[in-house]
């Protein structure tokens, strides 16, 4: 099992980080948790669904990647391909360490860095170099731009994690997802995943006076919208799995 060292500057100087190479293990997933800020850029490229967290047992939104466990469709000999990277798969191979979970609610966003933890990382991923890519810290210890790049990038997910928990509250209250089975048909066989949640479009359509209108105020309804147009784009994943 891979150890996490918290980054510093003393551990970590000479450490770089290679960009643009998709390297490490991590980015083989066949799902990538998503926001409700990207989802404008995501609905032209990926399929969007809704899932259930095994861990907490909270849905998430998230973009589909492959249709089997480690199958990323969208990546091909450590290239991505598509314009839009999910801010997930970005802030990749970096995690953020968080000693107390109540903390992250605290985290400054005006500052553009995370407060409220700690970037960590494996040193032996193949994403960091000492030899090639992007420098993490100056001479003088302190943060590149490189490096300031991620800290604001997991800022961002913070507060956009809020908003994010917020619309799927509503979707929720509302009785607005509904479990799905997405039945594949691929060259080598039939594949049907069955834990995935979609919108429940009968119940939208059903929306009316005040709750319709909260929906609207919320961004609900573009959610649903953004999420519903995004299906075209299994045909181009299935196309993809053919190959």
Not at 8 to 19: A, F, N, T, V, Y
Not at 96 to 121: F, K
Not at 162 to 175: D, F, P, Y
Not at 183 to 201: E, H, P, Q, S
């Amino acid at each position: 099992m891979t150890k996490l060292q918290l980054l510093s500057p003393q551990e970590h100087g000479q450490l770089r980080i290679i960009q643009g190479e998709y390297l490490d293990p991590s980015f083989a997933v066949n799902l990538s948790t998503v926001m409700v800020s990207e989802l404008a850029f995501l609905a032209h490229e990926y399929p969007l669904f809704f899932y259930k967290s095994a861990r907490s047992g909270e849905f998430q939104l998230a973009a589909l990647l492959g249709f089997e466990s480690g199958q990323n469709l969208f990546l091909d000999n450590g290239n991505w391909m598509s314009r839009y990277v999910p801010l997930d798969i970005q802030r990749r191979p970096f995690q953020l360490h968080v000693p107390d979970a109540s903390a992250v609610n605290h985290a400054s966003i005006q500052t553009g860095v995370p407060t409220s933890g700690h970037l960590a990382i494996d040193p032996t991923s193949p994403q960091f170099s000492e030899t090639k890519g992007e420098s993490l810290y100056n001479d003088d210890s302190s943060a590149t731009v490189t490096l300031l790049h991620y800290q604001t990038l997991f800022s961002h997910l913070l507060s956009a994690a809020e908003q994010t928990r917020s619309v799927i509250a509503t979707l929720v209250q509302h009785e607005l997802l509904e479990a799905i089975e997405l039945n594949v048909t691929l060259k080598n066989g039939d594949i049907t995943l069955n834990d995935l949640y979609a919108v429940n479009v009968k119940k939208l359509n059903g929306l009316t006076g005040e709750t319709l209108q909260a929906c609207h105020d919320k961004g609900v309804l573009q959610v649903c919208h953004l999420l519903m147009s995004s299906g075209a784009h299994l045909e181009m994943m299935i196309e993809r799995a053919n190959k």
